[in-house]
C-alpha cells in the first residue's frame, strides 16, 4: 500500500506535462460534422507523432506498453493542462478504447496488421454499432440481421445512437448470425466498412444541442466473412471483452477531469453573487456544503479509481468492481453539474457549448452519464449479481 | 502506487479478525478476553514506532485495525485507548505508553457537551480519559472525578457526563493536539467503513437466505439495486479511507483535506447503509435481538466523536486543495 509513483512514472509525468504545454490544441473543437473530424483526427495524429498515442497498448501493436498507472498520470497531466476540449468526448473514443482493444485481444494478424496503426496514427473514426430500437439494455436480444453468402455476410437491420456514425470509417457491429440459437450464442463481432453500399445514416439530435448520435440502416450490406472478429456466433464473447474495456480505463479521463471541474467550480462560487444576491456562492451554506462534499467524493471516485488500478494489476483484468465506479462517477458527475447551475445564476439561462468550461451545455450533455454504456440500473444489476452475488431473477 | 493492502497486510487483517471472531459477539459488551487479546497483540501500540514501545506498523495498518472492530461492531474505549498510548508517547511518557500499550488502563473520550461539561464515552472501568477541548488533546486521572451517566442511545457505549474534567491533572498533553485529532478523525472513518460494509453484508446474505414469492428477495431488484448502493458507498469510504491513511503517513501536503473526505464519506455510508440495512430485514430487522439496530446506533456515535459530518465538510472545502 502506498501512493508513491516510481521515479519512472514521475519522468513519465514531467514528459507529459512538458509535451502537453507545447503541443495541446488551444483553439475550441467544433461541435459537429467533418470540421469535428479533422479536429479530433489531427489532435490523434499529433498525439501519434509525439509518442502519446496508445499509451496503454502493447508496444507490438504500435503502443507505449505503459502500465494503467502511467494512463492515469497522463489523464492528469491533461487536465491539468486545462484543455479546451475533453479527452472522451472525441470520435476517436471507440478506436482507442473499444475496437482497437477488442482486435488486440480477439483480431487475426491480418485485421490487426490492417486496423490497429491506422486507428493509432489518426487516419480512421470508427463507431459502435451495438444498440438498436428494440435491444439497448437488453443487448443480447439484438436483431440486425446477418446471413452467410459465399464468403460474405449479408445485413439488413437497423442501430441506433450510434455516435459519430456520420463521420466513421469503420464500426464495431453486432449482428445475429444465427435466429435459432439462444440469443447470446448466435450474435457475431463484425468490422463494417461504412462506405460499403446499401448503408443509410441518419443524424438525430441530442438533448446538448449535438448531432453526432446516428441511426443507421443496413440494406443488403455485404461485409466480406473475413472482418468477422472471433468466430461466426461467437459475438458475445468478443463483446464482453469490448465492455470489459470499458470498466477498466475506458472512462479514467472522465473521472479524472472531474476532480478539476469541481475545483473550477470551487473558484466560480467564490466570484459569482450568491443566492442572497449580496455574499458570493460560497458564502452560502448550503451551496459550500455542496461543494465541499463534491470535493470529497470527487477525491474519493479516485481513490477508488487506483484502487481498481491496483486489482486489475493483481488479477490481470478488470472485474465486475469496476461497475461501482461507473456508478459511483455517472451519478456524481451529474451532481457537480446540477450544482455549477446553481451557483452560476442567471448565467444559467446562457447556453454554453458541450465542451469547454461553460457550465450549461455540460449539464445538458451530463444526462448521458447514467445512460450511455449501461444505465445506471444496468450498473446496479450488475453490482448486485456479480460483484455480491444476488440472485438473477427473471 | 497501489491502494490494497499487502499479503502481509492482508495476513494482518485475517489474524485481527480471528481474534476478534474468538472473542466477540457482534451485538454483545466488549469482553475481557477481547481487551486482554488485543493488548497482548499489540494492538494499543500497533502504529507507535518500535523505539516508542510500539509494534511499528503504521498508520495504514492502523485503519485496517479499526475497519475490522467497526465491522464487528465491537465497542468499548479501543479508539482514546490507541490514541493516548501515542499521546503519551509523543509526550515523552515512556513510562506512561507503556502501561497503556500494556492495557492495563482503558481511556475514556472525553469531549466538550456544553459550556460547563464534558461528555466522556466509555467512562465505566476506564481510569483515564483522553480530552478533547478545542485543539487541545490532554490525558487524564479519572479518579476522584465525579461522573454523572446518562441513558445511553448505543446501550454498548456508555456516556457520563462531568463537570470541570479539564481541572483534573494532566498526565500529559498532546505536543501536536491538532496531528493527534487528525489521526483520531480518521481512525473514526475507519470504524466508520467497518460498519458500511458490515452492513452491507448483512443485507446481501438476508437478501440471499429470505425468501418470499417463492424466490430470494435479494432477485427483487429494489432489494438488489439498494444493496448496490450499500456496496458502492462502502467502497468509497474504504478507499478514501486508505487514500488518506497513507497521504496521512506520508505526511502528503494534502493529508488533512484526505482525512477530513474519509470521514465524510465514511460517516454518510456508515448512517446510511446501517439505516437500509433494517429495511432490508423486514420485521426482524426491528427487533432488540437483530443486531441491525446496534449499526444504526453506534455509526451515530462515530460520526459524532472527533468533529460532525458537519464540521468535516467546512474543513474539506477550507484545507489545502487535493493534489
Ligand atoms: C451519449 C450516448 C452515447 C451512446 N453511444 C452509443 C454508441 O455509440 N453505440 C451504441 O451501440 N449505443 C450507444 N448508446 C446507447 C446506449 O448504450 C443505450 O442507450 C443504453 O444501453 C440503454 O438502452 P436504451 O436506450 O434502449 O434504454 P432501455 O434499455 O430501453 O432503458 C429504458 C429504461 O429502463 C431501464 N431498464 C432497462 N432494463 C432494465 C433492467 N433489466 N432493470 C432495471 N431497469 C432497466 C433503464 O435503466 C432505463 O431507465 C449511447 C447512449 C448515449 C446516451
Known amino acids: 500500500m502506498n501512493l508513491d509513483f516510481t521515479p519512472e512514472e514521475q519522468a513519465f509525468r514531467e514528459e507529459a506535462r512538458t509535451w502537453l504545454a507545447e503541443h495541446l490544441p488551444t483553439e475550441e473543437r467544433p461541435p459537429d460534422g467533418q470540421p469535428m473530424r479533422e479536429f479530433d483526427l489531427a489532435w490523434q495524429k499529433t498525439l501519434f507523432e509525439g509518442g502519446w498515442a496508445g499509451i496503454n497498448w502493447p508496444k507490438e501493436y504500435g ?80 436483431s440486425c440481421k446477418a446471413v452467410i453468402d459465399g464468403d460474405e455476410l449479408v445485413v439488413n437491420g437497423q442501430k441506433i445512437w450510434t455516435s459519430y456514425a456520420h463521420v466513421a470509417d469503420f464500426q464495431e457491429l453486432l449482428v445475429r448470425t444465427d435466429p435459432s440459437a439462444p440469443k447470446h450464442k448466435g450474435i457475431s463481432w463484425v468490422i463494417c466498412d461504412m462506405t460499403t453500399p446499401g448503408i443509410e445514416i441518419r443524424e438525430i439530435t441530442t438533448m446538448s444541442h449535438v448531432n453526432d448520435f446516428c441511426e443507421v440502416f443496413y440494406d443488403d450490406v455485404r461485409i466480406p466473412l473475413s472482418n468477422v472478429v472471433g468466430q461466426v456466433n461467437d459475438g ?35 466570484v459569482r453573487t450568491g443566492p442572497d444576491g449580496k455574499r458570493p456562492a460560497i ?71 458541450v465542451d469547454g468550461n461553460g457550465w450549461t451545455g455540460p449539464y445538458l450533455q451530463s444526462f448521458a452519464y447514467t445512460i450511455g454504456g449501461g444505465t445506471t440500473d444496468i450498473q446496479r444489476n450488475i453490482v448486485g449479481e456479480r460483484v455480491l452475488g444476488l440472485p438473477r431473477v427473471k | 502506487m497501489d491502494l490494497l493492502p499487502t499479503p502481509e497486510q492482508e495476513e494482518i487483517v485475517t489474524s485481527i479478525a480471528s481474534v476478534i471472531a474468538g472473542n466477540h459477539t457482534t451485538g454483545e459488551p466488549l469482553t475481557d478476553a477481547l481487551w486482554e487479546a488485543a493488548a497482548a497483540q499489540g494492538w494499543f501500540g500497533l502504529g507507535l514506532e518500535e523505539a516508542l514501545g510500539g509494534v511499528g506498523y503504521s498508520l495504514a495498518e492502523e485503519v485496517l485495525l479499526f475497519t475490522e472492530l467497526g465491522r464487528a461492531a465491537v465497542p468499548g474505549p479501543f479508539l482514546a485507548t490507541v ?42 472501568g476506564a481510569t483515564m ?34 463537570i470541570d474534567l479539564h481541572e483534573s491533572p494532566a498526565l500529559a498533553t498532546a505536543p501536536d493536539g491538532p496531528a493527534l485529532l487528525r489521526r483520531g478523525a480518521l481512525l473514526s472513518a475507519a470504524l466508520l467503513a467497518g460498519i458500511a460494509k458490515a452492513t452491507t453484508d448483512q443485507s446481501v446474505c438476508y437478501g440471499i437466505d429470505r425468501e418470499q414469492f417463492g424466490q430470494p428477495v435479494g432477485g427483487f431488484q429494489a ?101
Not at chain 1, 494489476?313 to 450544482?339: A, D, I, K
Not at chain 2, 478545542?134 to 462531568?162: K, M, N, Q, W
Not at chain 2, 478507499?239 to 494534502?254: F, I, T, W
Request: aromatic share 6%; charged share 20%.
Open chain 1, 236 to 270: 458475445w464473447r468478443v463483446t464482453m471483452t469490448t465492455l470489459s474495456f470499458e470498466r477498466g480505463t475506458a472512462f479514467m479521463a472522465d473521472q479524472v477531469e472531474l476532480a478539476a471541474v469541481v475545483e473550477r467550480l470551487i473558484e466560480e462560487a467564490k
Open chain 2, 129 to 162: 480519559a483522553l480530552i478533547v477541548d478545542g485543539e487541545r488533546v490532554t490525558l487524564v486521572d479519572l479518579g476522584g472525578v465525579a461522573l454523572d451517566s446518562i441513558p445511553s442511545f448505543d446501550t454498548l457505549v456508555p456516556v457520563s457526563l462531568a
Open chain 2, 223 to 323: 432489494v438488489k439495486h439498494r444493496c448496490a448502493d450499500m456496496a458502492t458507498r462502502a467502497e468509497v469510504a474504504a478507499c478514501q479511507v486508505l487514500y488518506a491513511a497513507l497521504a496521512e503517513r506520508d505526511g502528503r501536503p494534502d493529508a488533512e483535506f484526505h482525512v477530513h473526505a474519509a470521514r465524510v464519506v465514511a460517516a454518510r455510508a456508515a448512517v446510511e447503509n446501517s439505516q437500509i440495512n433494517v429495511q432490508n430485514h423486514g420485521g426482524i430487522g426491528f427487533t432488540w435481538e437483530h443486531t441491525a439496530h446496534r449499526y444504526v446506533t453506534r455509526s451515530r456515535v462515530y460520526a459524532s466523536v472527533l468533529g460532525t459530518t458537519h464540521t468535516h465538510l467546512g474543513a474539506t472545502l477550507a484545507a489545502t486543495a487535493p493534489q
Open chain 1, 283 to 353: 458564502a452560502d451554506d448550503e451551496i459550500a456544503r455542496r461543494l465541499s462534499l463534491a470535493r470529497a467524493e470527487v477525491a474519493a471516485l479516485k481513490a477508488m479509481t487506483i484502487a481498481g488500478i491496483s486489482r486489475t494489476q493483481r488479477t490481470g483484468v478488470p472485474g465486475p468492481e469496476g461497475s461501482m465506479t461507473r456508478l459511483f462517477h455517472g451519478e456524481l458527475h451529474q451532481r457537480v453539474y446540477q450544482l455549477g447551475l446553481d451557483i452560476i445564476g442567471p448565467e444559467a439561462l446562457r447556453l454554453t457549448p
Open chain 2, 83 to 124: 490514541l493516548a498510548s501515542r499521546l503519551a508517547a509523543e509526550a515523552g511518557e515512556a513510562d506512561l505508553t507503556q502501561q497503556l500499550i500494556s492495557g492495563s488502563d482503558r481511556v475514556g473520550l472525553a469531549e466538550r457537551w456544553d459550556d460547563d461539561r464534558f461528555s466522556v464515552l466509555d467512562a465505566d
Open chain 1, 63 to 142: 503502443g507505449r506498453g505503459l502500465n494503467d498507472i502511467q494512463q492515469m498520470i497522463w489523464y492528469e497531466e491533461f487536465a491539468r493542462a486545462d484543455p479546451p476540449f475533453t479527452l472522451n468526448n472525441s470520435c476517436t473514443f471507440v478506436g482507442n478504447n473499444h475496437g482497437g482493444p477488442t482486435l488486440i485481444v480477439s483480431g487475426t494478424d491480418e485485421q490487426k496488421s490492417f486496423h490497429l496503426p491506422k486507428i493509432l496514427q489518426g487516419d480512421v473514426v470508427w463507431c459502435q454499432g451495438f444498440s438498436e430500437p428494440g435491444a439497448g439494455s437488453d443487448l443480447g436480444s439484438l
